[in-house]
């Protein structure tokens, strides 16, 4: 096991402990499989959920640094996970979010990423750039 490559932003220290992750996404194989990756990397995975609503409890229970999300998810599969990571851009301003999906529709995405107020967003448009995107990140403010 190795220690996320990220910084804080204003100091440049690598945290005191593991970066604290929900993951919520429908298709469990993918949830299993991230939770697996972000653990051998270092990364406390404090709970994986499948739908938005539970995300958001999860999110509220557990106040994690990073939330990833799937942007669709049950039960309509179009935007709820966008939602959820809007409502918790809003509500946990100090959560960083990074949208997942296996579909190549920007709109979305871009709809979170556009918003000003939200700093800490990333996307990812495929499942299978997770594994290079884990080790990616250099600065969390």
């Known amino acids: 096991m190795?220690?996320?490559?990220?910084?804080?932003?204003?100091?440049?220290?690598?945290?005191?402990?593991?970066?604290?992750?929900?993951?919520?996404?429908?298709?469990v194989l993918i949830r299993e499989s991230l939770a697996r990756l972000l653990d051998q990397e270092g990364f406390e995975v404090v709970a994986q959920v499948?739908?938005?609503?539970?995300?958001?409890?999860?999110?509220?229970d557990e106040q994690p640094d990073i939330a990833i999300i799937d942007?669709?998810?049950?039960?309509?599969?179009?935007?709820?996970?966008l939602t959820a990571a809007r409502r918790i851009r809003q509500d946990y301003q100090k959560i960083a979010v990074l949208v997942l999906s296996q579909y190549v529709d920007l709109a979305y995405a871009m709809t979170l990423l556009a918003e000003k107020s939200f700093s800490r967003t990333g996307s990812v448009m495929s499942p299978s750039s997770s594994r290079r995107c884990i080790g990616s990140p250099t600065a969390v403010p």
């Open 71 to 81: 942007i669709r998810m049950p039960p309509t599969h179009t935007d709820e996970g």
């Open 50 to 60: 499948g739908n938005a609503d539970d995300l958001l409890a999860r999110v509220k």
């Open 2 to 27: 190795c220690r996320p490559l990220v910084a804080n932003a204003d100091t440049g220290e690598p945290p005191a402990r593991p970066l604290r992750v929900v993951l919520a996404d429908d298709a």
